[in-house]
């Protein structure tokens, strides 16, 4: 039997477990691709995988609000409720569950990298 892989938001470089409200205020709110660890304070960034999630309910989430949505037979009101709602599952629920990261070389010629290695 093989080793079986953790599922979560795990730091690549020190083995952190993200907790919810890491993964929320530390990758969600902030906009760009990168984070830090908040134990190792390391640059980590989340994983292709997790990127091409994000980008298929960020898809589905428009195609949702700009087909199904408006010819819902309901008030304009309960439109509006609905849209929030799905855009609220996405940001606090789909991604911040879905988060993995991964260490990315980039194969950039450094001072840095070299001294690593």
Do not use: Q
């Not at 980590?44 to 087909?67: N, R």
């Not at 606090?92 to 194969?107: D, G, H, M, Q, T």
């Amino acid at each position: 039997m093989g080793k079986k892989k953790e599922a979560g938001a795990i730091c690549p470089y020190c083995g952190h477990k993200w907790t919810y409200k890491e993964k929320l205020l530390g990758y969600m709110i902030k906009p760009r691709s990168r984070t830090r660890c908040p134990k190792c304070k390391t640059y980590i960034e989340p994983s292709t995988k997790s990127i091409t999630y994000e980008y298929i309910a960020l898809v589905l989430l428009i195609i949702g609000i700009i087909f199904v949505v408006p010819n819902l037979p309901v008030l304009n009101s309960t439109r509006v409720y609905i849209v929030l709602i799905l855009f609220g599952i996405y940001m606090f629920l789909f991604v911040p569950l879905s988060l993995r990261f991964e260490i990315i070389n980039y194969n950039i010629k450094d001072k840095d990298h070299e001294e690593r290695n």
